[in-house]
């Protein structure tokens, strides 16, 4: 078992090492020189403080951070530039946060993200939470300030005084700044709209997630073992047995690292019989055990994609997953008894491939070891082949 989890462990890094790639970009040094570079382009979550770059594909990869580079960016418009401001931090754990209500900046060396250009740039610095700055080119960036506090009878005020620069900055006739959000969509929403003339424009969308539906169809091969104080019931290793299962996927893309890893839960719905043979030496020479029980089984974890194409990916998913038996029958020579419902738990891991709409996957999953009144020592071991089908 340790064997198979590192396995998946090395694949999955080696995965995230490919998927991250040299793209053609540039950066500007501290002496203001233009130069043509590939950098390593991480879609980062939080703002890099340094980036691994090549003069050329043939050339050595070597680090630069933010004494040597002034401004970065790529071919689709992503653009970074090192700026010394003031910048006041925010807690967003409910527990975290504390009773000052001051924005108590602190002067910093960073990267901003350059999110909206025109009249008036918006930027974004993304250290545990997002802050966001406005500046006219040319200009020092100045924070659009949000912060929550607990006043002296411990509720939870929120001060949003970026509502009110927002209102004095854009001042476009119809907008309800007392409305907007101290998002990225929202707030890059009301710079583009700005930079156009008060124009209302589709916004790029850096940072967007992207929701997901599959509909699933697989076939597993499951084993199942257990063992009974019932001396007949005794050591019981069934044969491996193919069962289909159905159900549907959900899948939320994270916005960041170009949307290669996604959180899954995928409910599914599966009919189980088998039986189990023993022979004896004496009448009635043979002891016919049969099992029946439906289950509920619903994974829930990580999937990363590496991609090839927009289209083409390999992917690995990693979950924990939940088994719900319903309540079935166990046959002991066609004598029934009744089985009442149980849970057993385990880890489940996943290598397919995707193509467009469609997706395989190999997976495995084996149940930890669980007890009823009448069995104890209940395993199974799952491999099977999923199918999915994206609907949305």
Not at 179 to 188: D, E, H, K, N, P
Not at 189 to 213: E, H, I, M, P
Not at 277 to 306: A, K, M
Request: charged residues 20%.
């Amino acid at each position: 078992m340790k064997k198979i989890y590192f396995l998946c462990f090395m694949i999955t890094a080696q995965l995230v090492i490919a998927q991250i790639k040299f793209e053609n970009a540039y950066l500007i040094d501290q002496s203001g020189n233009r130069k043509d570079v590939l950098i390593r382009n991480g879609d980062w979550l939080e703002n890099p403080s340094n980036i691994q770059l090549k003069d050329s594909e043939a050339s050595k990869e070597y680090s630069l951070g933010l004494n040597e580079v002034q401004e970065f960016g790529f071919e689709d418009g992503t653009v970074f530039r090192k700026f010394t401001l003031d910048i006041s931090n925010y807690a967003k754990d409910l527990g975290k946060i504390d009773n000052n209500p001051d924005f108590s900046p602190q002067k910093q060396t960073v990267f901003l993200r350059q999110l909206s250009a025109g009249k008036l740039n918006l930027y974004s610095y993304y250290k545990g939470t997002p802050k966001y700055f406005y500046a006219a080119p040319g200009e020092q960036p100045t924070q659009l300030l949000y912060r929550r506090y607990y006043n002296d009878k411990n509720d939870l005020q929120t001060v949003n005084t970026y509502r009110q620069q927002l209102t004095r900055l854009l001042n476009c006739a119809g907008t309800n700044y007392n409305a907007a959000q101290y998002s990225t969509t929202s707030l890059q929403q009301l710079f583009d709209t700005y930079n156009n003339d008060c124009n209302r424009v589709k916004s790029s969308g850096v940072g967007k997630s992207k929701f997901a539906v599959n509909i699933v169809a697989e076939a597993h091969m499951l084993q199942t073992s257990f063992n009974s104080p019932i001396y007949y019931l005794d050591n019981i290793k069934m044969e491996s047995k193919l069962v289909p299962k159905f159900g549907i996927e959900l899948e939320y893309f994270l916005p960041f690292n170009k949307q290669s890893f996604s959180v899954t839960a995928a409910p599914k719905y599966y009919k189980y019989e088998n039986e189990y043979v023993r022979v004896y030496d004496v009448s009635p020479h043979t002891q016919t055990i049969q099992l029946s029980t439906s289950t509920l089984e619903i994974p829930v974890g990580f999937r990363y994609y590496n991609y090839f194409t927009d289209s083409s990916s390999l992917f690995v998913t990693l979950a924990y997953q939940i088994k719900t038996d319903f309540e079935g029958t166990i046959s002991v020579n066609s004598q029934e008894r009744e089985l009442k419902s149980g849970s057993a738990t385990s880890f489940l891991f996943g290598v397919g491939y995707r193509y467009k709409r469609l997706m395989g996957e190999l997976v495995y999953a084996p149940y930890r070891s669980s007890s009823t009144s009448y069995f104890t020592d209940i395993k199974t071991t799952d491999v099977g082949l999923s199918l999915k089908y994206n609907v949305f």
